[in-house]
């Protein structure tokens, strides 16, 4: 009985140094997905515009939070990619400027610890959406490839390659639901700010609760009315920032950052009951954003993708979709 009660404050504690890395609940992170999914532009392969393929990806936008419970190291190591604690003064948590970006996590650690801080406690939301892309960035690019050549090879090579492709797209719908969860967690006020979970030790003259608000915001709240045909409705035209993709994450987490205090006003005026329509709209609102930044970066994964380089020794892939380079060798391996 005391191991049982040991391990479940361990537990609590993990929790709370991650800042309730819960983000929303299996119905957001759902809602986000599948809406995304649905308003994919023609340009893209009709393979992800498939009812299987979008159901698929709904589900997978839930993976990174039903692995929790894992193991301490998995989830130690996991648990800050889901949030960024950013302050008023647009600091993470009163240290580095959260904006520009550091190139790496290893020069954004280096500025964490010339303020006596890490990126385990400040957490690391915007390098696990960026990471995401240049993925899918990457999953694309293997596809392109792989369909080009495969439209050229005959026999076991064409079978090679038709499977290989196969195989490829079941990757890319696992890292789409992998992005998605990490853009849909940074659609949520509450992980993009240090006032996380109740306002924290900060200033506070606005009187806004100190209770923990994050669970019953994006979990009972969502489920209890928000709907896939309202985040759909919501959901703002494609927009290309013609920016990295770096320079996109951080204006989003920080405009993430900026709804902190309407969503405390909220609570504070009742909004955050469930079936609330106060907070059910800005709820909606709130999966709606994730759901768009989620679609402009898919198509912005695959509109890159296209100058990628795939395989060893690696080929570009607008030369093997030129015609110009036979990319099998590459493709299946020279070692």
Not at 40 to 45: D, G, I, N, T
Request: with cysteine.
């Amino acid at each position: 009985m005391a191991r049982f009660a040991f391990a479940a404050v361990a537990a609590a504690l993990v929790l709370s140094a991650s800042g309730d890395a819960l983000a929303w609940g299996a119905t957001g992170h759902r809602l986000g997905g599948i809406a995304a999914m649905q308003a994919l532009p023609a340009e893209l392969p009709a393979f992800l515009r498939t009812p299987v393929a979008v159901a698929d990806v709904g589900e997978l936008s839930r993976e990174q939070d039903r692995t929790k419970g894992a193991g301490r190291l998995h989830d130690t190591s996991r648990d800050p990619a889901h949030f960024v604690d950013i302050d008023d003064e647009g600091r993470v948590l009163g240290g580095p400027p959260f904006s520009p970006m550091p190139p790496t996590r290893a020069e954004y650690e280096t500025a964490l610890r010339d303020h006596g801080l890490d990126s385990w406690k400040a957490g690391w939301l915007h390098y696990a959406i960026v990471d995401g892309v240049q993925h899918l960035t990457k999953d694309f690019g293997y596809w392109r490839a792989l369909k080009a050549a495969e439209k050229r090879a005959r026999g076991q090579r064409r079978a090679w390659l038709a499977a290989d492709r196969r195989r490829r797209e079941a990757l890319i719908l696992q890292s789409i639901g992998h992005l998605s969860h990490y853009v849909t967690d940074g659609a949520q006020p509450l992980h993009a700010s240090v006032n996380f979970n109740g306002w924290g030790d900060y200033p506070n003259p606005k009187g806004f609760t100190r209770a923990r608000i994050h669970g019953p915001f994006e979990g009972d709240l969502v489920v209890s009315g928000v709907t896939l045909e309202g985040v759909r409705a919501r959901m703002a035209p494609f927009r290309d920032c013609a920016c990295p993709v770096e320079q996109r994450t951080v204006d989003y987490l920080t405009a993430s950052a900026g709804q902190v205090e309407a969503l405390y006003e909220l609570e504070k005026a009742g909004g955050i009951a469930p079936g609330d329509p106060r907070g059910l709209a800005y709820a909606t609102e709130r999966v709606a954003v994730g759901a768009s930044e989620l679609r402009d970066l898919i198509v912005f994964a695959w509109r890159a993708s296209a100058e990628a380089e795939v395989g060893w020794r690696p080929v570009k892939v607008s030369d093997v979709e030129a015609g110009r380079v036979d990319p099998y060798d590459a493709l299946r391996g020279v070692d």
